[in-house]
């Protein structure tokens, strides 16, 4: 079954309305082969903070070495956020599989009136997924209350509820004690439940399980957990059990968070095999989009998926950390939300501007915005419609000091969010097929496919926009001659479609001034695709800011020069173990027209066993400090994934970072923006590469920018602008021979992420796939790689043989813009 075919099953399964009770869910799993049986689980619920708590659950029991399932809701984009197996969503083609299985089970049911619902359908894909994939832990976010939810079918080995406040009180009951005793009905046999709650319901969760552990502050709690002030983008916090203590830092900001990580460190603990350790980083890894998430900082930018007047509360007195001039609030809401409640616990706003979410049970602009009127504290409240164009026009008329707030949805707070996450791929295409291999991969169906195709086609734009957005662009674009065909996912609601525009330049240009002149809610759109139609037209580098003068990359594509100080890398381990031959080599290097010499202290070949940090340090700084001053007009970068050596390398005289980790040590975008430093991103499964791990890919390319994407946004809010974040593509990393070649051949559509490229194929065991199998045969092929980079817009490539590769990187820039020979 196609993607978008199984996936329009699940979504047509939201025409039965939710309802209380596990036996559908269970009946579900007995047609599938109980595949519930082979799992352990973490059930995790409350009534704020559990998709958090679980997040940091998996985060932590993933740095102790376990292959994790995710399973949480709702989700901001794409039906498989909701279902992950070590970070990465459920594959289209397992879902395709899963709906094939319960097709004729669920048409069965829905003659007798008992379809599974939405919900109860996709607890049945996590749960198949992670059996599937025989993960160590599954961590399960609860839907909604407890006993009753689709997910408490399962028996969870550990399970916590963070907090409890009024929610959902025609499902669940309209007290505290009602809403507590059903939560709490969760708690495993033989393991103490975990949680955070207080008074009332405290009393009744104690009730309902035989053995609590209750996380608080200094007030008699089992385990204290103290948060400290806030430092920049990270919140300091101390967990003190019985015998153990944590210390660390929590990218997610409030008290509340404080809490859910000693929820998430019980949790573990109880589970697994952790360290100390592993819970330190674990915790500090733990992004979790929309939750107080800090997406700019001139002005400050939160978004904040506050759904509830507890929730809300929380928002305000995390932002009272924050120094700022006017605060702007952006506010979209369910309608069966207690507005008043939440209203009354924000912080009083100088501009309001009200919105209505993507989504048929969203509460109107008007009515959101009569609600702050009669509150009374807000200077301005407008109206706005669209939360695009709220935070549109909040972003317009903010001052660099002022801040701007998004909350009251975590459907305000996705569709917000794609402001600064959107990415625009963009590609030239020399043929129809070349056209209809874009079209299947946006999941367009056959039929569009065949259609769209049938013209001339120059230029291919793939974004993903509104159901309602991807009409218009299809009336108008069409109407000038060119095509748009849009994927075959029919969402109806809030998710973004996959759009794919193909035209002319002219054709495009004449788009761009017809989506200026009308009123078609897309004028935010409209500068976006403007930008992927330059990235089309050049190599990009004037629109991703790689033309920054005091780059090596600032005017055509850098080399950058490999130099190994390691006794065990793949191709050159052992040769320059010295300080002195590493400087000889250095030397030769630059001779031959390096722009960067990269030292690195450790291997990242398959299967390599790593390094100490103090090991790591005494390999590459007195190299780098030999090197610091050698010639000007290089850069020195060093290799490494450790942020201890990374600051040890750039005191000791280093100009860039570059990671093959993708800045899985949370230090490391902290040192790089502490530096001012530019930083490689490289997407990695796993680092060092895990030779039997076996890695599925709907599209290599797309899921590799999306992945880059966030760790994009990881360093920019850490304070490094664009022109400062090089993402690689990994080649090799977690790709078959097959899929980095493809890598390089859609190279161009990398500069939809807005930065540098660097790309790392230096004779690789991708040439294998033409014959070249050993490292010493590939020297021809990485020269020919190299070329085929550069013309697809590079700015560094990364290589052991200097000399022939900046002669395969000039001969490419003499096909394109003769001026740029001369350059190094």
């Not at 025609?170 to 046999?189: F, H």
């Not at 200094?218 to 916090?237: M, Y």
């Not at 052992?574 to 031959?592: F, K, M, N």
């Not at 201890?644 to 230090?667: M, T």
């Amino acid at each position: 079954m196609e993607y978008h075919e199984a996936a329009n099953f699940l979504f047509d399964l939201r025409r039965y309305p939710s309802r209380t009770g596990v036996i559908p869910t269970r009946r579900l799993l007995e047609y599938l082969g109980s595949p519930e049986e082979t799992l352990r689980v973490v059930q995790i619920g409350g009534s704020n903070g559990k998709g958090s708590t679980a997040r940091m659950v998996e985060s932590v029991l993933r740095e102790a070495g376990y292959d994790v399932g995710l399973y949480t809701s709702p989700h901001l984009d794409d039906l498989r956020e909701r279902v992950r197996v070590n970070g990465r969503p459920v594959p289209k083609a397992a879902v395709g599989s899963y709906v094939e299985t319960i097709e004729p089970y669920v048409r069965s049911r829905a003659a007798e009136g008992l379809s599974p619902t939405f919900f109860e359908a996709m607890t049945g894909l996590a749960v198949e997924t992670f059996a599937s994939e025989d993960v160590d832990v599954a961590v399960i976010e609860v839907g909604i209350g407890g006993e009753h939810d689709a997910t408490s079918a399962l028996s969870p080995a550990a399970a916590a509820v963070t907090n409890v406040t009024l929610e959902h009180a025609d499902i669940l009951g309209d007290t505290i004690a009602e809403i507590a005793r059903d939560k709490a009905a969760i708690a495993p046999e033989g393991t103490p439940l975990v949680t955070g709650a207080e008074g009332e319901a405290l009393d009744v969760i104690r009730e309902v399980a035989s053995d609590v552990v209750r996380i608080g502050g200094t007030d008699g709690a089992d385990v204290n957990v103290t948060s400290g002030s806030r430092t920049a983008i990270e919140q300091p916090v101390t967990i003190d059990g019985a015998g153990w203590r944590v210390e660390t830092a929590l990218p997610l900001l409030g008290a509340h968070q404080g809490r859910n990580a000693g929820v998430a460190a019980v949790l573990t603990r109880q589970i697994g095999d952790v360290s100390t350790a592993d819970i330190e980083r674990g915790l500090r890894n733990a992004h979790w989009p929309g939750r107080f998430e800090i997406v700019d900082r001139t002005p400050l930018v939160v978004l904040d998926g506050a759904h509830n007047p507890g929730s809300c509360a929380g928002t305000a007195a995390t932002l009272e950390s924050f120094e700022y001039e006017d605060l702007r609030l952006v506010f979209g809401a369910m309608a069966d939300k207690d507005h008043a409640g939440m209203i009354e616990a924000l912080p009083p706003a100088d501009a309001v501007y009200t919105c209505r979410p993507d989504l048929e049970r969203a509460e109107t602009a008007d009515a959101l915005a009569a609600a702050f009127e009669a509150d009374g504290r807000a200077d301005t409240v407008e109206p706005v419609g669209t939360v695009a164009g709220a935070v549109r026009r909040a972003m317009t008329a903010a001052g660099p000091e002022d801040a701007v707030v998004v909350c009251g949805s975590l459907f305000a707070v996705a569709e917000a969010r794609r402001r600064w996450t959107r990415p625009h791929v963009t590609t030239r295409v020399d043929d129809l097929e070349a056209a209809a291999d874009t079209l299947r991969r946006a999941d367009v169906t056959a039929p569009e496919i065949d259609r769209a195709r049938s013209g001339g086609v120059h230029r291919v734009v793939t974004t993903r926009v509104r159901p309602d957005q991807a009409a218009v662009l299809e009336r108008e674009l069409r109407a000038l001659g060119g095509e748009c065909a849009v994927s075959g996912v029919d969402v109806r609601e809030r998710e973004l479609v996959e759009a794919v525009l193909m035209g002319t330049h002219a054709q495009f240009e004449a788009l761009f001034e017809a989506l200026d002149d009308a009123d078609n809610g897309l004028p935010g759109l409209v500068s976006e695709l403007r930008r992927g139609l330059a990235v089309a037209e050049d190599t990009g580098r004037e629109t991703t800011g790689a033309s920054d003068p005091t780059y090596p990359w600032s005017d055509g594509t850098a080399v950058m020069g490999i130099l190994n100080v390691t006794p065990d890398s793949f191709y050159d381990g052992g040769r320059y173990e010295t300080t002195a031959d590493a400087v000889e080599q250095a030397e030769r290097l630059i001779d031959a027209g390096a722009d960067i010499v990269d030292v690195g202290g450790e291997s990242t070949r398959p299967g390599a066993d790593p390094v100490p940090v103090d090991e790591e340090i005494d390999r590459v700084v007195p190299v780098i400090e030999a090197l610091d001053g050698i010639d000007a007009d290089v850069a020195v970068s060093v290799d490494t994934r450790k942020a201890a050596v990374a600051r040890a390398a750039l005191d000791a005289g280093a100009d860039i970072l570059n990671d093959v980790s993708g800045l899985e040590d949370p230090e490391m975008r902290l040192v790089a923006a502490e530096h001012d430093v530019p930083v490689v991103v490289m997407h990695s499964i796993n680092t060092p590469v895990d030779p039997d791990a076996e890695i599925a890919y709907d599209d290599v390319v797309r899921e590799t920018i999306d992945a880059l994407s966030e760790r994009v946004l990881l360093a920019e809010k850490a304070g490094l602008d664009r022109s400062q974040i090089v993402v690689d593509p990994g080649i090799g990393f977690g790709k078959s021979a097959t899929e980095s070649f493809e890598l390089l051949d859609r190279l161009g559509e990398f500069r939809s992420i807005g930065c540098p490229i660097l790309v790392g194929h230096s004779r690789k065991s991708m040439f294998g796939l033409i014959d070249q199998n050993r490292s010493e045969e590939r020297l021809a092929a990485t020269v020919a790689a190299s070329a085929l980079a550069a013309e697809r817009g590079a700015d560094i490539v990364r290589v052991h043989d200097v000399a022939e590769n900046v002669a395969a990187v000039k001969t490419a820039a003499a096909t394109q813009k003769p001026d740029r020979v001369e350059r190094g």
